[in-house]
């Protein structure tokens, strides 16, 4: 493990921590203070290293090559270009450039973890803190549960299933579901193949404590999310876990708050969402193949409102779409949705093939969890632009990255 190694890895802890546990208007005497700002140090840091650091140089020479020439990073670009080309059409170009450089730290982000963090250790330093930060959020969001702390008052309700939904650290229900999806099948799957006790003992308690946040979030998305983990678990990997399961599932018909939630689901249709769905249908009609311009379906929602009074949602005049496919299509056309299809496939096939080839029982264990993730996180963004929430999609491409980091790395070490 050489220096700059260990430096960078500090840099990306500290990332790591600082976006899923500070506001996003988070400020210092005025001064903003976010994971952002590590994002940019981060970035100069890897930047100096390449004139000053001969290593570093070679594998930015290396890890270029083999971007271009993998099929997962390529449908990366291919999103991102389509995502520049539009700003030239875009009504609101701010916006739409803003969400594609934002697109373009997540490729910066993979980039520098795949081809830069070549140690196995600093990898699994990495993913622990990961692991450590979900620990915290958890707990923190039990604690607001009882004491309301840092919670908005829009999310303190006197009548309906819930009372109160938590919100963490990550300011919105649904965002601090889809954060814990993440990391819950993951911890899962860590308790059930590690064999050391104590470990056993603490991955359990954090598995429990992400089960339970996700409950106090009220969020139907969140427990859609963990359903459909739950039957791909079952089908994938074993199907002694459905008795369990179904254990589960009685059990909690047995508290009055889940039972009222529930029945929640049975109103989708009367959900403003679907409004915003329709919307977007109209959007595509008139622009099927490049889209209305990169995140300006916000820009021009009142503008199809006006045109279409029947879809209106609660006389919003800016409003995402809450459907990242129909985000996607709407704002970027279809070669774009081509390319993002493209893209989650790729993922799917990478992971599972980095899970299949893996000797490493912690790595294993972990990726067989968040391969089950992954499909929870395509169905619940169906009623979200989770795909678009920097402090959740962030931690989605660095664990991406993790995976592919130990799949070149085991490649160049074999060629070597």
């Not at 708050?257 to 595509?284: H, P, T």
Request: charged share 15%.
């Amino acid at each position: 493990m050489n220096k700059k190694q260990t430096f960078l890895k500090y840099i990306m802890v500290i990332y790591i921590i600082l976006m899923a546990l500070l506001p996003s208007d988070f400020r210092i005497k005025g001064i903003p203070l976010r994971g952002d700002i590590i994002f940019g140090l981060l970035v100069v840091i890897y930047l100096m290293m390449l004139f000053v650091v001969r290593e570093s140089r070679k594998n930015f020479i290396y890890g270029i090559i083999d971007f271009f020439k993998d099929y997962l990073s390529m449908f990366m670009v291919l999103l991102f270009i389509i995502m520049c080309i539009s700003i030239s059409y875009a009504v609101d170009k701010k916006i739409a450039l803003s969400e594609s450089i934002r697109f373009l730290s997540y490729i910066v982000f993979y980039f520098i973890i795949k081809y830069e963090m070549s140690n196995e250790k600093i990898l699994e330093s990495i993913l622990k803190s990961y692991i450590y930060v979900c620990s915290i959020v958890s707990v923190l969001g039990i604690l607001q549960f009882f004491t309301k702390i840092g919670l908005s008052e829009k999310f303190i309700y006197s009548t309906g299933a819930f009372k109160v939904r938590i919100t963490s650290t990550l300011e919105n229900p649904n965002s601090l579901g889809a954060f814990l999806i993440l990391a819950v099948f993951p911890m899962i799957m860590l308790t059930l193949y590690e064999t050391n006790r104590k470990k056993k003992v603490r991955y359990m308690c954090i598995s429990i404590l992400l089960f339970t946040n996700i409950i106090l979030t009220g969020s139907r998305n969140a427990w859609l999310g963990f359903l459909v983990g739950s039957i791909v678990m079952i089908v994938i990997y074993n199907w002694k876990f459905i008795v369990p399961f179904i254990l589960a599932s009685i059990t909690s018909l047995f508290i009055p708050m889940v039972r009222n939630r529930i029945k929640d689901f049975g109103k989708i249709s009367q959900d403003g969402r679907v409004n915003l769905w329709k919307i977007a249908f109209e959007m595509i009609k008139d622009h099927p193949i490049i889209g209305v311009g990169n995140g300006n379906y916000y820009s021009l929602h009142g503008e199809y409102v006006k045109k279409y009074p029947q879809f209106d949602y609660n006389h919003h005049e800016y409003f995402p779409v809450h459907n990242s496919y129909l985000k996607i299509q709407s704002e970027l056309g279809i070669f774009a949705s081509m390319c993002f299809g493209g893209l989650i496939i790729s993922i799917l096939i990478k992971t599972k093939q980095f899970i299949n080839n893996c000797n490493n029982i912690f790595f294993k264990a972990f990726y067989k969890g968040f391969y089950i993730s992954i499909f929870s996180f395509l169905v619940m963004n169906m009623a979200d632009n989770l795909f678009f929430v920097p402090k959740i999609t962030v931690y989605f491409w660095i664990l991406v990255a993790i995976s592919q980091a130990m799949i070149y790395n085991n490649k160049r070490e074999s060629i070597i």
